[in-house]
C-alpha cells in the first residue's frame, strides 16, 4: 500500500465518505476523528501491534480449549477458592480466639496448650509434612541434570 499514490488513497477515502452511510452523519466523523487522534501515538508507535498480537494469542487460546480443559480449570478454580475459603477462616477464628483474653499466655501455657490439643499437635504435623515435601523437591531440584 506504501507505493499507492496519495491522490489515490485520497480519492478512495472520498468514495468511502460518499458511499457509506454512517459516515454521512457529522457526530459519527467527530467520534472517528476523536478515535484516530487517541490512536495516533499508538499507530505511530508501532504499539498497536501489540494489542493484535494478544488479541491473536487470545483466540487461538479460546479455540484450543476444549471441555476436557475447561473441565480442568474449573475444578482448580473450585479447589483453589475452597482452600483459600477455609484458610482464611481458621486465620479470622484464630486471631479472634487469640485476641479474646485479656492477658497473653506465657511460653509455658502455650506449650502447655499446645500439648493438650489433638487439633494443634495435626495441624503441626501438617506443617512438618509441607517442610518436608518442599525440602525433598529442593534436594530434587539441586542435583545435576542427566546428560542425554
Known sequence: MSDQNPETSIQSTDQLLKHLPALQDEATLAGLADLLEKLAPVLQGRRLHNIVDLLAATSDVVEMTDDAMLQKLMALY????????????????ASAQAGSSAKAPTLWQSVKKFNQSDDARRGLDVVTNILAELGRQAAIKGQRMPED
Open 78 to 93: 473450585e479447589d483453589g477458592i475452597g482452600s483459600l475459603w477455609m484458610l482464611s477462616n481458621a486465620l479470622r477464628y
